[in-house]
């Protein structure tokens, strides 16, 4: 996993958090299931980190991802903005897919733009659909995908092709070509992010 700063500054701000709960490895160990070892090369940014792992550490902080990658807008809620440059989107890899995040260093934001790489080739590899509040915009950039969704049969998009959907229907993508096909999404609603059937997909 790694975002448009490095992996070393996501394993800070998770030493930090931890820090900031008053827990010790140990602590942070038992209620994730990590092992003290691995969490303390995370920390000291010797090993990569998987969302996945991300996932259980900010569960067990009672944290949102958004407290690991945003930062609050000094304006507050109005006149805010947030620039992405070419490469600098917060990048994070999930069973099946891997997403490109923008406008993190905003908190309580209104909707989630993002590009998500799809690798998966098959249901099982995209593994299960995901399922959050609001509702989604998906417009494919390249490659083609079949969309599955829990009401509908598979979909085919190719590239220029765009759906709206009530994003409480579950949902998701597998790629038919030969490359990964890459799709913009919008996520309009609850903003957590968390692609693991309980968030954006």
């Known amino acids: 996993m790694s975002d448009g700063r ?17 827990w010790t490895l140990k602590t942070l160990s038992e209620a994730t299931g990590v092992s003290i070892s691995a969490l303390s090369k ?15 550490i900010l569960r067990s902080l009672s944290l949102r991802f958004d407290d690991l990658v945003g930062t609050e807008s000094a304006r507050g809620g109005r006149g805010r903005r947030a620039v992405n440059r070419h490469g600098s989107a917060t990048r994070v890899e999930a069973e099946g897919r891997s997403y490109a995040l923008f406008a993190t260093d ?33 417009y494919v950039l390249s490659g083609s995908v079949a969309l599955h969704t829990e009401h509908y049969a598979p979909l085919r998009l190719e590239p220029g092709d765009s759906i709206y959907i009530d994003a409480e229907m579950a949902h998701g993508l597998v790629s038919l070509g030969d490359k990964p096909a890459e799709v913009l999404s919008v996520v309009a609603g609850d903003v957590r992010f968390s692609p693991d059937g309980n968030g954006a997909c």
């Open 106 to 138: 905003l908190l309580r934001r209104r909707m989630i733009p993002m590009i998500t790489t799809v690798h998966a080739r098959t249901l099982g590899e995209w593994g299960e659909l995901a399922s959050h509040p609001g509702e989604e915009w998906m």
């Open 6 to 22: 490095n992996d070393n500054g996501i394993a800070q701000t998770l030493g930090m958090l931890r820090k900031r709960r008053g």
């Open 42 to 56: 995370i920390e000291n940014g010797q090993t990569g980190v998987s969302f996945e792992t991300v996932r259980r």
